[in-house]
């Protein structure tokens, strides 16, 4: 699953690549925003973006992978946002169009969910504490939480807090994110953060990667 990407060349490139080694991709695109896109080598039952209704759907695709059990993936780009009112609006509403689609899923569905991506956003108990930021901003996390969905690193014994974006004077954030639902804790096997990618200069965020044990 990938972030920050666009109805430019550099994303075509990616796609083609993708397509190239066997991934099938799934994504719009916007000509004024970034965006994201699952990509995905085991059959796809059906593309499950519109099941969503969230405000800015580039930013949302989702599949239904066929798959025992049936797995639904969600990839995220939560806006990033500045102090303006227009983009904390913006923001505020794809993260609530987000929660209340993700609410709407049947709860078999919901309990067989992975939620992918960059949220621009910490949870409430990040190491280190990061007060500043709204209260719709920490409820992301809160209501994930009641969902049943649960961070991947959080499911693996003696995991530390990791980070997977630096600022500029040297505090690490947790922005980016795999959520599992209920059904899939116990078929986590391993998870990870990457920092090649950061430290190569390849993205300013780590990449991070989970492993599950499927029928």
């Known amino acids: 699953m990938l972030t920050e990407t666009s109805a430019g060349p550099g994303t075509r490139q990616l796609l083609d690549g993708l397509r190239q080694h066997g991934y099938r991709t799934y994504a719009t695109f916007d000509e004024h925003d970034r965006g994201a896109l699952v990509a995905s080598r085991l059959p796809v039952a059906e593309d499950f973006t519109d099941r969503l209704g969230v405000t800015l759907p580039w930013r949302a695709p989702a599949v239904l992978l066929d798959t025992s059990p049936a797995i639904v993936v969600v990839g995220v ?14 923001k505020h509403a794809f993260i609530a169009s987000l929660l209340d ?62 980070h997977s974006w630096i600022g500029r004077t040297g505090i690490g954030y947790l922005y980016d994110y795999i959520h599992l639902g209920a059904a899939l804790h116990t078929r986590l096997q391993h998870s990870a953060y990457l920092h090649d990618p950061r430290t190569h200069g390849l993205s300013d965020h780590a990449a991070v990667t989970a492993r599950l044990r499927l029928r």
């Open 101 to 162: 689609g993700l609410s709407a899923l049947p709860e078999p569905v919901r309990n067989s969910l992975l939620l992918v991506g960059d949220y621009n956003a910490v949870a409430r108990h990040h190491d280190p504490p990061l007060p500043g930021l709204l209260a719709y901003e920490y409820a992301l996390h809160d209501t994930l939480a009641d969902l049943g969905l649960r961070p991947a690193h959080e499911l693996i014994p003696g995991a530390e807090h990791p």
């Open 77 to 90: 780009y939560v806006p990033s946002r500045d102090r303006s009112a227009a983009k904390i609006e913006r």
